[in-house]
């Protein structure tokens, strides 16, 4: 069994910063990809950054340049730097982690930025 957590979320002025943490934990042998996700009110979830073993990582257009996705591998952890907030960027975040062809999800942390 595999859980994730995500954790970091708060209410943080436009302009400001935040770190949102999503740890992985159970039987892990090897985490192929981590991504992150949100889903706002009335919208639909969408992919933010996506990080793969080996691989460069994928940022939503919306959050080029402001947002960074980082992995612990040691700590079976990845990393959201989110720069620069914008009141457009308050959503639920949800991460997702990839071990062999499966994928797990948390329950996601609240971010909210206000104007």
């Known amino acids: 069994q595999v859980r994730v957590v995500e954790s970091g979320g708060g209410l943080v002025q436009a302009g400001g910063s935040l770190v949102l943490s999503c740890a992985a934990s159970?039987?892990?042998?090897?985490?192929?990809?981590m991504n992150w996700y949100r889903q706002a009110p009335g919208k639909q979830r969408e992919l933010v950054a996506g990080?793969?073993?080996?691989?460069?990582?994928n940022y939503a257009d919306s959050v080029k340049g402001r947002f960074t996705i980082a992995r612990d591998n040691a700590k079976n952890t990845a990393y959201l730097q989110m720069n620069s907030l914008k009141p457009e960027d308050t959503a639920v975040y949800y991460c997702?982690?990839?071990?062999?062809?499966?994928?797990?999800g948390g329950q996601g942390t609240q971010v909210t930025v206000s104007s």
């Open positions: 997702n982690a990839r071990l062999g062809t499966t994928w797990y």
């Open positions: 990080t793969t073993s080996g691989g460069s990582p």
């Open positions: 159970g039987t892990i042998l090897r985490i192929n990809g």
